[in-house]
């Protein structure tokens, strides 16, 4: 474990002389030291030996569904945005056949003009639904503590979700606060998620096998499965998406649900997109320092502490887990002003992972080299470098909603 005494580790590493030489593993080496030859030897021996390996040391196991699930409509409005879009918001119900409960609540906008099934993205929020929507009779979520919403404001990142670029483009959108599946704070257990499987007693084991940003991926799994119970949408073709540390989380959803069929992640920079080896921008110290500094719980299993500045022990890294997406359409945003996350990590990451994406067939990343600001590719790897800082903007949005035009309406073109 590291030394919480150390000064040096609460300053980011953004010096690129001061790299370490680093060695990545190859994704397509097999353990008897065989190089794989095609997907159905990534599909049948690999992948599931390195989401193995995430699991035990990063992310955790992933939690079942519960016993039985319930979607109860809270309300409805057929004439959002000014007639453009239907609102309705949804109470998700978890249950185990013990009596033990867990619910939280979506926000969801349909477009009205279409025509069948309809495309959709699916993210989760920092605030709450109601600061998701410039509406202001969105009901209020995002509940740090019961009966206690943390961000009682409204509309706060109305920029940050565009619902309305969404609707106007032919998909549906739906979000849910991450507060409301496993709240961002330290002493939070009993009013998770994890509460359905574990007893009180239990919770101070948790971290030794599950990980928090393990139980939120949990809810976007679970959040699909209520997407796939609206016969306006197309589950088939839902867009995952997430931003800073709901990137991460987007990226490990997307691991373990393959049922998502686009996989976006901006700006997730260590432990989402970034490789931990490179040694800059953040790292993990400040992840596991970070429920002393800001009152927020560890997001990862306990094992993955021991590799504080150790990063170059690691048997893996961060590109293996973007080759888990693989052969599904991945995209990274990345951003100038944000080196906390290591933009260029993640394009080196992105090239790492297309070893996997050409196994099928799959150009993966088409760039040579790191994009200019405001420049990237669209492609089954996209990637972008947008100018600015840490956020997700519209120049973000333009570019997502882009590469799902690409690949979710590819029946329509």
Same mark, same amino acid.
């Given at each position: ?14 010096? +690129? ?16 030291? &065989? ?14 030996? =390195? ?7 990063? #992310?955790?196991?992933?939690?079942? &569904? ?7 409509? *809270? ?19 978890? &249950? ?54 943390? +961000?009682?404001?409204?509309? *706060?990142?109305?920029? $940050? ?7 106007? $483009? ?25 509460? %359905? ?24 799994? &679970? ?16 867009? %995952? ?65 021991? #590799? =504080?500045?150790? +990063? ?9 887990? %973007?080759? !888990? ?6 995209? !990274? ?10 933009? !260029? ?12 994406? $050409? ?5 993966? *990343? ?14 089954? %790897? ?24 690409? #690949? !979710? ?5």
């Amino acid at each position: 474990m590291f030394d919480a005494n150390e000064e040096y580790w609460r300053a980011y590493a953004t010096d +690129e002389s001061q790299v370490p030489e680093y060695h990545l593993p190859d994704p397509l080496l097999l353990e008897d030291g &065989r190089q794989l030859q095609n997907a159905a030897q990534w599909e049948n021996f690999q992948r599931g030996r =390195i989401l193995e390996k995430l699991q035990r040391e990063e #992310y955790g196991a992933i939690l079942p &569904r519960a016993d039985s699930m319930r979607f109860e409509l *809270l309300g409805e409005k057929t004439g959002a945005f000014e007639g453009s879009a239907t609102r309705k918001e949804i109470r998700i119900h978890n &249950r185990m056949a013990d009596g033990r409960e867990h619910s939280f609540d979506m926000l969801l906008y349909i477009p009205n003009q279409r025509k069948g099934k309809v495309p959709a993205f699916l993210g989760l929020n920092f605030k709450g639904n109601h600061n998701c929507s410039d509406e202001p009779d969105v009901r209020p979520s995002g509940f740090k503590k019961p009966y206690c919403i943390n +961000e009682p404001e409204r509309g *706060l990142q109305v920029a $940050r979700w565009s619902f309305r670029q969404a609707v106007q $483009r032919g998909y549906a959108s739906a979000t849910v606060c991450y507060h409301d599946i496993h709240p961002d704070a330290t002493g939070s257990t009993g009013n998770s998620a994890f509460k %359905l499987f574990f007893e009180p007693e239990q919770y101070g084991d948790i971290q030794a096998q599950y990980s928090v940003i393990g139980c939120w991926a949990w809810g976007l799994s &679970r959040a699909l499965d209520c997407l796939e119970a609206e016969a306006a949408i197309d589950a088939g073709k839902v867009a %995952l998406h997430g931003h800073s540390r709901l990137g991460k989380t987007s990226l490990w959803a997307g691991a373990i649900d393959r049922r998502f069929a686009l996989v976006i992640s901006n700006n997730s920079g260590c432990g989402g997109a970034t490789l931990h080896k490179r040694k800059y921008g953040e790292n993990l110290s400040q992840h596991f320092d970070a429920h002393v500094k800001w009152g927020v719980p560890p997001w990862f299993v306990r094992k993955c502490s021991e #590799y =504080i500045f150790r +990063e170059e022990e690691m048997p893996f890294d961060q590109h293996e887990l %973007l080759a !888990l997406m693989a052969p599904r359409p991945l995209a !990274l945003g990345t951003a100038s002003l944000d080196q906390a996350a290591d933009p !260029l990590g993640e394009f080196i990451a992105a090239k790492e992972a297309s070893k996997v994406y $050409r196994l099928y067939g799959s150009k993966g *990343l088409e760039l040579t080299e790191m994009p200019g600001e405001n420049q990237g590719c669209i492609g089954d %790897l996209s990637f972008h470098y947008r100018s600015g800082k840490h956020d997700q903007t519209e120049f973000d949005w333009q570019q997502y909603f882009n590469v799902a035009d690409k #690949y !979710l309406k590819r029946e329509e073109r």
